[in-house]
């Protein structure tokens, strides 16, 4: 796709009493995470894009982006409708609190996301005036916004809008090459921002019952923290919870030597990153039920 057919999107920031100055700081964060919103998107669609700023205009506070789409695609002529839409028109559903339905949901949205792909390649007027064409975009509307990236940084987003109390609304809204309104603008005022904005990313943690362990470092005073094992061939620290194991190794001076396992429950606490990906922030060890050692003698833990 040529310049001649690139795409052009408004931001609007309205001040109160139409001032024109707004914190750089929050201003360039802020836009930074339209950045990673308008790439999500674009990568969720399998489109590659090039996203230029232009200068701005005199007056207001107001940023020009020009979206380039890189090779055909039936979704690359709609890919400012459908950025514009997700950034001021979508509420999202919360971060689940669940890491097993976020995995279904992220496969769910892939599937949907990939049926309406097909319906709008299928669609002989593509003029955005024609009804099933508009509910298509509303729709992959709706499921872009649920993607974790694009939820974060849109979050991030309307977290620095807020934090400059000057902003009173923000807006969206489709231009031609000579910057030019082609669309209405779709606002949101400064007591909707909340709306966007996700305050808790934690997760339920991750419960595994009774899995092999292999002990790399144990501990052997009254300490729960500096264990460190293996599991799945990942080794990380955790913290051993289990007080009765704890005291009987003590007690009893048992030695833990290379490729030594213990079976027991593992916890592993999670939470969303900035990126929208779910990542481990540490783990935790209960009801260990079996020292097995590398010659095969094992000992049984009676709690």
Do not use: C
């Amino acid at each position: 796709m040529n310049v001649e057919d690139a795409q052009y999107l408004k931001l609007h920031y309205h001040l109160k009493q139409h001032g024109h100055t707004m914190d750089a700081r929050l201003l360039n964060k802020a836009e930074s995470e339209f950045l990673k919103i308008s790439l999500g998107i674009s990568e969720h669609l399998e489109l590659k894009v090039k996203i230029n700023s232009l200068p701005k205009k005199e007056g207001g506070l107001e940023s020009f982006f020009e979206i380039i789409v890189i090779g055909n695609s039936a979704l690359g002529g709609f890919i400012g409708t459908i950025i514009g839409s997700v950034i001021s028109d979508v509420i999202a559903d919360w971060i689940k609190t669940d890491s097993k339905l976020e995995e279904l949901k992220k496969e769910n949205l892939q599937i949907e996301n990939e049926i309406l792909k097909k319906k709008l390649a299928e669609l002989e007027d593509k003029n955005e005036g024609n009804p099933e064409l508009i509910e298509i975009l509303k729709q992959l509307a709706i499921i872009l916004a649920e993607n974790n990236k694009v939820k974060i940084a849109k979050s991030n987003f309307y977290k620095n809008l807020k934090a400059d109390t000057r902003v009173v609304r923000f807006g969206t809204q489709r231009v031609d090459r000579n910057l030019a309104a082609i669309s209405r603008e779709n606002v949101v005022p400064r007591e909707d921002f909340s709306k966007f904005i996700i305050e808790e990313l934690d997760v339920e943690p991750d419960y595994l019952e009774q899995v092999p362990i292999e002990i790399i470092s144990p501990v052997l005073d009254n300490s729960r923290k500096h264990w460190r094992g293996v599991y799945n061939d990942i080794a990380f620290n955790f913290a051993m919870k289990d007080r009765d194991f704890q005291n009987m190794v003590v007690q009893r001076n048992l030695k833990f030597s290379n490729g030594t396992y213990i079976i027991a429950d593992l916890e592993m606490k999670q939470r969303i990153d900035n990126e929208g990906e779910l990542k481990v922030k540490g783990r935790d060890v209960y009801s260990v039920s079996q020292i097995i050692y590398p010659d095969g003698d094992k000992i049984d833990i009676i709690h």
